[in-house]
């Protein structure tokens, strides 16, 4: 077995903010170790430089060799724009492998078109379930999975859920948590707290949460979102709130007719922050509200306690042995959650295994040897 010469290609796919932080430590294992080339496909799915260009510049991800610059757009034309815009860059470059992360829009169109064309497909974030078809992110996770040939998770529960889907025990590999290892490596260079919030006019208080809310079945009903804003008002009379808007969100609060709410001292409101600023913040709050995913999983790696404002998650380590706890919407529950944090200080957790930092060093150790060696 000889060892080609010039390096083989993969193509990375990266669309929207967390897919950044995921494709960031799998680029600096794959060029340190340099058997395999990375080309980046940016598919444009986040373009506005707050949720896109700043995470390029906090996380040292190389430039894209190629922007699709779909932006935004209803799920069927977003899909099919990646699909369409892909698929000659695909026949150009004939990479060995696609790789995708996580479980947005540009990851399931990039798989697909790969996979329809033979190109092995890797999925990096993988067996990751909510039990919810309702979610966008829960339709594209179980399709990628499906068509995937190489799939990484994060934690066990993931290997169990793929095999209840039918998918071969030798295509799994439990290698930890890349978004881990992007915490881990910037973790000394996060933006303090304090300038964060300096920059944006306030002063630093002794103690604050932080929210974050995005998801359509939050922030896109009238009714959900003023509920779920009047829970967490309750908290921000107690403990101030620093938030940073999300596009959506904002532009969701504003036709609720709920700005008037969200005013200091309560509440902070922050434009979205970059990644090193974000890191700051959520490593130094003394609680966090979300209905992220990513965020359930840097807030158990940080060991600061999580409220999730979903009914359901699909990262269960971080309730298990994290500090995340699955609030879901209703007021009154958020309200005894935080009198319960109150008391208790909140949930103190332990790092789930392999989420050690080393996750894309794993990754590239079997795709290098997947896919650098010829016969
Ligand atoms: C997407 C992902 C979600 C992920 C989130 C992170 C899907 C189905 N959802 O949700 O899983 O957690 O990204 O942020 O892929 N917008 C801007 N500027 C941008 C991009 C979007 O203003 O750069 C606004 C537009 O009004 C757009 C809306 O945000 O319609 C939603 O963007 P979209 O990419 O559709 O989904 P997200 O809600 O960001």
Request: glycine fraction near 8%; include cysteine; hydrophobic fraction near 45%.
């Amino acid at each position: 077995m000889s060892r080609s010469r010039s390096p083989f290609t993969i193509v990375g796919i990266v669309g929207a903010r967390p897919n950044f932080v995921k494709i960031a430590p799998i680029a600096a294992a794959l060029a340190a170790d340099g058997r395999l080339h990375l080309q980046l496909v940016h598919t444009g799915q986040h373009y506005d430089a707050a949720l896109s260009d700043s995470f390029f510049a906090d996380l040292s991800i190389p430039r894209p060799d190629i922007n699709l610059e779909v932006g935004s757009g209803s799920h069927a034309v977003q899909t099919a724009e990646v699909m369409t815009r892909l698929e000659p860059v695909l026949d150009r470059v004939q990479p060995a492998a696609v790789l995708v992360v996580g479980d947005v829009n540009s990851t399931i169109a990039a798989a697909l078109v790969a996979a329809k064309k033979g190109i092995p497909v890797v999925h990096v974030e993988a067996g990751l379930r909510s039990f919810d078809r309702r979610m966008p992110e829960e339709v594209n996770r179980v399709l990628t999975d499906q068509i995937s040939d190489l799939l990484f998770v994060t934690e066990s529960e993931a290997i169990t859920n793929l095999h209840r889907e039918g998918i071969s025990p030798e295509k799994i590999f439990l290698v930890g948590n890349v978004m881990i290892d992007a915490l881990r490596g910037h973790l000394k260079r996060a933006t303090s707290a304090t300038t964060t919030l300096r920059q944006a006019g306030f002063s630093l208080p002794e103690r604050f949460a932080v929210l974050t809310l995005h998801r359509p079945s939050n922030v896109d009903h009238l009714g959900t979102l003023t509920r779920l804003m009047n829970g967490i008002a309750g908290i921000a009379s107690e403990i101030p709130v620093v938030f940073p808007v999300h596009p959506r969100t904002a532009e969701r609060l504003s036709a609720a007719g709920l700005s008037g709410i969200l005013a200091p001292p309560s509440f902070m409101l922050l434009p979205p922050l970059g990644y090193l600023e974000m890191l700051g913040l959520t490593s130094s709050a003394a609680l966090v509200l979300t209905d992220s995913g990513g965020i359930q999983e840097e807030t158990t790696a940080l060991g600061v306690p999580c409220f999730t404002l979903r009914e359901n998650t699909e990262r269960p380590a971080t309730v298990t042995e994290g500090t995340n706890t699955v609030i879901g919407t209703d007021p009154a529950r958020l309200l005894a959650a935080y009198a319960e944090f109150k008391t208790t200080g909140g949930k103190r957790g332990r790092i789930p295994e392999l989420w050690d930092g080393k996750a894309a060093q794993r990754i590239t150790a079997i795709l290098a040897k997947k896919f650098s060696e010829v016969e």
